[in-house]
């Protein structure tokens, strides 16, 4: 039997609502396959800073060292509830950037996918779907702008200012980009670079080295944006993306706008992969709006623990499997609340019923 240690942090807001629904799927995966998964439960976030005065407590830092994996909800408080934490303390300044320092997981993958026949989750319409949405984001996750030299003062002239320096170099750059081309290789071939290299010097260089990496991929054909008409290209015609690539801050916000273009940041899981360790997670905040409510889509936790079975356990037929299953209850009519809209026909379910119904689609496949 091969055994996995898997770090468990369920996160604040509907973190711990729809980790219970992850577990819920990753248990049963264990009860019919020769493998043992030991889930090793930790603070992090904001409520570890207020069970342990810190948002990543030293206990959490050894699991992230022990775990072979690990899976994480969502972390932070609403605008007016982060006042409670001291700035640099607080939850992605104090354990999500930390973390992912620590862990070295430069690779996120950021699947967007919405088939044909779901179309009606989308804000956009039919036409503009066509055969459906299937891309994804590849974003530089330990670098640039997120993780430079920061400074806060007071000038000369007495006014306050702050400076915060958007760093790469090129091992950073290169290894990011080999990722995509790996990916884009394996899928329609075609890799979407976006950047901002009209203004940013940081995007001259990121071009450069992929004009160096480019010949190791003959196979794929390479397009470049700008990120702010990708922004618009998105909505206007995402069936034109398979791969894209970019850098840190400009995969944050472009993903949050994949999440808009199927209807819901629910639907949106991630992989977050570095040299040795991984950590997988919604790409989505902790929703403290609809917080303990019971409403919240888990499929972007579910999916995020096909990620884990699929790149950490190379468990691909069951990773397979999961998808199918929560494609399957949106076909069947049901979906959570977040992708209802008025005079929709479908089903609402809540977020129990959601992960009950992928358990019982699993169980029914054998
Ligand atoms: P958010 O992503 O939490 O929510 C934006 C909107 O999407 C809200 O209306 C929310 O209800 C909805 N939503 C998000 N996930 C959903 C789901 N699974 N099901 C149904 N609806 C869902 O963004 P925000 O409100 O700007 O941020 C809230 C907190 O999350 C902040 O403290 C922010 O710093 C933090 N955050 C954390 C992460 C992370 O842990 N990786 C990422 C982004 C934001």
Same mark, same amino acid.
Request: aromatic share 8%.
């Given at each position: 039997?091969?055994?996995?240690?898997?770090?468990?942090?369920?996160?604040?807001?509907?973190?711990?609502?729809?980790?219970?629904?992850?577990?819920?799927?990753?248990?049963?995966?264990?009860?019919?396959?020769?493998?043992?998964?030991?889930?090793?439960?930790?603070?992090?976030?904001?409520?570890?800073?207020?069970?342990?005065?810190?948002?990543?407590?030293?206990?959490?830092?050894?699991?992230?060292?022990?775990?072979?994996?690990?899976?994480?909800?969502?972390?932070?408080?609403?605008?007016?509830?982060?006042?409670?934490?001291?700035?640099?303390?607080?939850?992605?300044?104090?354990?999500?950037?930390?973390?992912?320092?620590?862990?070295?997981?430069?690779?996120?993958?950021?699947?967007?996918?919405?088939?044909?026949?779901?179309?009606?989750? %989308?804000? &956009?319409?039919? @036409? *503009?779907?066509? !055969?459906?949405?299937?891309?994804?984001?590849?974003? #530089?996750?330990?670098?640039? /702008?997120?993780?430079?030299?920061?400074?806060?003062?007071?000038?000369?002239?007495?006014?306050?200012?702050?400076?915060?320096?958007?760093?790469?170099?090129?091992?950073?750059?290169?290894?990011?980009?080999?990722?995509?081309?790996?990916?884009?290789?394996?899928?329609?071939?075609?890799?979407?670079?976006?950047?901002?290299?009209?203004?940013?010097?940081? %995007?001259? &260089?990121?071009? @450069? *080295?992929?004009? !160096?990496?480019?010949?190791?991929?003959?196979?794929? #054909?390479?397009?470049?944006? /700008?990120?702010?008409?990708?922004?618009?290209?998105?909505?206007?015609?995402?069936?034109?993306?398979?791969?894209?690539?970019?850098?840190?801050?400009?995969?944050?916000?472009?993903?949050?706008?994949?999440?808009?273009?199927?209807?819901?940041?629910?639907?949106?899981?991630?992989?977050?992969?570095?040299?040795?360790?991984?950590?997988?997670?919604?790409?989505?905040?902790?929703?403290?709006?609809?917080?303990?409510?019971?409403?919240?889509?888990?499929?972007?936790?579910?999916?995020?623990?096909?990620?884990?079975?699929?790149?950490?356990?190379?468990?691909?037929?069951?990773?397979?499997?999961?998808?199918?299953?929560?494609?399957?209850?949106?076909?069947?009519?049901?979906?959570?609340?977040?992708?209802?809209?008025?005079?929709?026909?479908?089903?609402?379910?809540?977020?129990?019923?959601?992960?009950?119904?992928?358990?019982?689609?699993?169980?029914?496949?054998?």
């Amino acid at each position: 039997m091969t055994r996995y240690k898997i770090g468990i942090f369920a996160g604040d807001g509907i973190g711990p609502e729809i980790m219970d629904e992850g577990v819920k799927i990753l248990k049963l995966i264990e009860q019919r396959n020769d493998v043992s998964f030991e889930l090793i439960p930790a603070a992090f976030g904001a409520n570890a800073y207020f069970s342990h005065g810190d948002c990543f407590p030293d206990e959490t830092k050894a699991i992230c060292d022990e775990v072979d994996a690990l899976i994480k909800g969502p972390i932070g408080l609403s605008h007016e509830d982060s006042k409670k934490i001291p700035v640099d303390l607080q939850p992605e300044r104090g354990a999500l950037l930390p973390m992912r320092r620590r862990l070295n997981t430069y690779a996120n993958f950021r699947p967007v996918s919405l088939p044909k026949e779901l179309a009606h989750f %989308s804000p &956009l319409k039919p @036409e *503009v779907i066509g !055969e459906g949405i299937d891309l994804i984001m590849v974003r #530089e996750l330990v670098g640039g /702008l997120y993780f430079g030299n920061k400074e806060v003062g007071v000038n000369a002239d007495g006014r306050r200012y702050v400076n915060e320096a958007l760093e790469y170099d090129e091992d950073q750059i290169s290894r990011i980009l080999i990722e995509a081309f790996k990916v884009a290789s394996g899928r329609k071939q075609v890799l979407h670079n976006i950047h901002k290299s009209n203004v940013l010097k940081s %995007s001259v &260089l990121w071009n @450069e *080295v992929l004009e !160096e990496i480019a010949p190791d991929f003959p196979d794929v #054909e390479v397009k470049h944006m /700008l990120v702010d008409a990708a922004a618009t290209a998105l909505c206007l015609n995402p069936g034109q993306f398979d791969v894209m690539v970019m850098e840190n801050m400009f995969g944050d916000i472009l993903s949050d706008q994949g999440g808009g273009i199927l209807g819901s940041l629910g639907l949106m899981p991630s992989a977050c992969i570095g040299p040795e360790k991984a950590y997988y997670e919604p790409s989505h905040g902790s929703a403290p709006d609809i917080a303990g409510q019971n409403i919240a889509n888990p499929y972007s936790m579910i999916g995020s623990v096909a990620m884990m079975l699929e790149y950490s356990f190379g468990m691909h037929d069951e990773a397979k499997n999961v998808w199918a299953a929560m494609q399957g209850i949106f076909a069947d009519g049901y979906s959570t609340a977040d992708l209802s809209k008025p005079g929709s026909d479908v089903r609402m379910i809540a977020t129990n019923e959601f992960g009950d119904k992928v358990a019982e689609k699993l169980l029914a496949q054998g």
